[in-house]
């Protein structure tokens, strides 16, 4: 290879860099003023205050969030009368839903935005299940727990990135009512402050923009957590923001506000 082409190449080389880090650059100025706006993703630090614990809602087993455990054979009925107390063991994350044709499927929620659950949590599952099965007469069948571990734990990082609150303060505004939307509202001194939890919210960028024009009905100063006003073009980056959050988690297969967000991340 000649100098000339050595030359030609880190030309080329360093003006694609050029391109990338300009794009960097401008990537991350916009995502700034949108996370201005941000609180802290994890729910129990948002706004300095502790949010209510939200139940786990009960559903439908899913292999992506609970080890399911499937029981045969047995009697039905008295299985039924004594799963309460293995139930309240595991702090109602367990339940327990037939299957059709006298099959049972005992099922142990992995992931919820208290993290995944540890290996001797579920070892204890499984072995109370056996137990409780064997002393009814019935079998069981149940998955390996280190990949069902390991894949729990893929979805929590996953889940762990799109778990985003956002909060809209308004300050010296003249009423604090506002009218039920998907979001909440929460008095504030000098002002209120309108919250949506982006993973639980249905039609996320929608309720977005309900929560922004609810927010201006009041009138007042509108800014984020570090008292930063919040003008048109950070509402708006805010909106980008929010329909990336969107494609993220549906290509997670997760769709904002469905049964399965409210399980995953309560």
């Known amino acids: 290879m000649t100098d000339l082409q050595i030359g030609l190449l880190v030309i080329g080389a360093a003006a694609i860099a050029g391109v990338l880090v300009y794009n960097r650059v401008q990537e991350r100025a916009t995502r700034r003023e949108a996370q201005q706006a941000f609180g802290s993703k994890h729910v129990d630090v948002l706004l300095d205050e502790p949010a209510p614990r939200i139940e786990p809602i009960p559903l439908s087993s899913s292999p992506r969030v609970d080890y399911?455990?499937?029981?045969?054979?047995?009697?039905?009925?008295?299985?039924?009368?004594?799963?309460?107390?293995?139930?309240?063991?595991?702090?109602?994350?367990?339940a327990l839903a037939e299957s059709g044709e006298g099959k049972l499927h005992a099922a142990l929620q992995m992931v919820s935005r208290?993290?995944?659950?540890?290996?001797?949590?579920?070892?204890?599952?499984?072995?109370?299940?056996?137990?409780?099965?064997?002393?009814h007469g019935a079998s069981v069948s149940a998955p390996e727990m280190k990949p069902a571990l390991?894949?729990?734990?893929?979805?929590?990082?996953?889940?762990?990135?799109?778990?985003?609150?956002?909060?809209?303060?308004?300050?010296g505004c003249n009423e604090t009512s506002v009218?039920?939307?998907?979001?909440?509202?929460?008095?504030?001194p000098g002002g209120v402050t309108l919250l949506l939890?982006?993973?639980?919210?249905?039609?996320?960028?929608?309720s977005y923009e309900s929560m922004v024009r609810a927010a201006r009905q009041l009138g007042g100063r509108l800014v984020d957590d570090n008292g930063n006003v919040l003008d048109e073009r950070a509402l708006a980056a805010i909106g980008v923001e929010?329909?990336?959050l969107r494609a993220r988690l549906?290509?997670?297969g997760i769709e904002p506000g469905s049964p399965l967000a409210l399980r995953l991340f309560s």
């Not at 047995?74 to 309240?88: F, I, K, M, N, Y």
């Not at 939890?197 to 929608?206: C, H, I, S, Y």
């Open 242 to 244: 929010v329909e990336t």
């Open 179 to 188: 009218e039920a939307g998907p979001f909440a509202v929460t008095p504030r």
């Open 68 to 94: 399911v455990i499937e029981i045969e054979a047995g009697s039905v009925t008295e299985l039924r009368s004594q799963w309460p107390a293995l139930e309240h063991r595991f702090a109602r994350r367990a």
């Open 114 to 135: 208290s993290g995944v659950i540890s290996e001797g949590e579920l070892l204890e599952f499984r072995a109370q299940v056996e137990s409780f099965a064997a002393a």
């Open 150 to 171: 390991e894949a729990a734990q893929r979805l929590d990082r996953a889940c762990a990135d799109v778990d985003v609150q956002i909060a809209l303060h308004v300050l």
């Open 197 to 206: 939890d982006v993973p639980r919210t249905p039609e996320l960028v929608r």
């Open 250 to 252: 549906a290509d997670l």
